[in-house]
């Protein structure tokens, strides 16, 4: 089997390459525009590959609110055209095609309501996807974080080490998820791919988490003595909506595929593990905003924009 992993050097696609090695070819924005069709329809007459694995995505949430063109591009069209040209594909999408109103973890069937040009265009994405591929799995994931690339993990012990005090948002609800899990999963599903028609899928670790209570972690385990102190999402306005409450069932996706998955303190102890004082693994990504109050000694709250891949 021979795989193309796209978005190769973001958090997703680094963990995939340890993992697939030469099993797979890699490609970032560089070296293959997914939004153009020729280009892609040309790369796929000259190579071919039993599965692509779609990792890219413009996912700068807020600036997508003035930046909708690329947002759509990236999102919708680069997809669509992998799966026409590639035929079989694992694409992953985002817990932003929910609204967040939702009480209870979602399923793959419930309705999606995105708040967000970030969400409406992923979820344009995999409607295309389900449509143009032969074969497809797209998989929804959640706060994804990891060694690589610049993330609110990195970015919280980087700021821990530099500050008293950080207030992070304790209202958003959802599961923060170690992106070598999510790679580990997608190992397990590529044999799988035969069985699969066209289906969404959700991962995310185990377990449920605000923000706060995953900043409070990575300070605990990263043995980083700064206080984090709970901020309400109604303390500031921004450009886009963030779903409140995401948290996402992944029981299909244990079932079918047989997949075990871990809680998500396991998963942030195991990724804080291979992080060295001082040092990050470089890895070039796409990114999402999440904001952070920073409380200064004199008390004054700045605000800090931070970025998840």
């Not at 050097?9 to 153009?36: M, V, W």
């Amino acid at each position: 089997m021979k795989y193309l992993v796209v978005g190769s050097n973001g958090q997703l696609g680094s963990e995939l390459r340890a993992r697939l090695s030469s099993e797979a070819d890699y490609k970032d924005h560089s070296s293959l525009d997914i939004t153009d069709e020729n280009t892609v329809a040309n790369f796929f007459k000259e190579n071919s590959y039993d599965i692509v694995i779609n990792c890219a995505a413009y996912t700068a949430v807020d600036k997508a609110e003035d930046d909708k063109e690329a947002a759509d591009r990236v999102n919708r069209v680069g997809p669509a055209l992998l799966a026409k040209y590639g035929r079989n594909i694992i694409h992953i999408s985002t817990d932003y095609v929910f609204d967040g109103t939702a009480h209870t973890p979602y399923c793959e069937t419930d309705h999606t309501n995105p708040q967000s040009v970030y969400g409406s265009t992923k979820l344009a994405g995999e409607i295309a996807v389900l449509h143009e591929a032969q074969t497809a799995a797209i998989i929804r994931t959640s706060w994804l974080y990891s060694a690589h690339g610049n993330n609110f993990l990195k970015t919280m012990r980087r700021l821990g080490a530099e500050r008293e005090s950080l207030g992070v948002i304790f209202d958003q609800i959802g599961t923060p998820t170690y992106a070598g899990d999510l790679a580990d999963a997608i190992v397990s599903i590529l044999p799988q791919m035969k069985n699969v028609n066209k289906e969404i899928y959700h991962f995310s670790n185990e377990g449920v988490s605000s923000w706060y209570d995953f900043a409070v972690a990575i300070m605990d385990l990263s043995d980083i003595n700064c206080k984090i102190d709970p901020l309400e999402t109604k303390q500031y306005v921004t450009r886009a909506i963030r779903p409140p409450f995401s948290v996402l069932n992944k029981s299909k996706i244990k079932n079918e595929f047989g997949i075990s998955i871990p809680h998500w303190m396991d998963g942030l102890r195991r990724c804080i593990g291979t992080l060295h004082d001082g040092q990050t693994i470089s890895a070039e990504s796409h990114t999402t905003e999440l904001r952070i109050f920073l409380k200064q000694k004199n008390s004054q709250q700045i605000l800090l924009i931070c970025r998840i891949c």
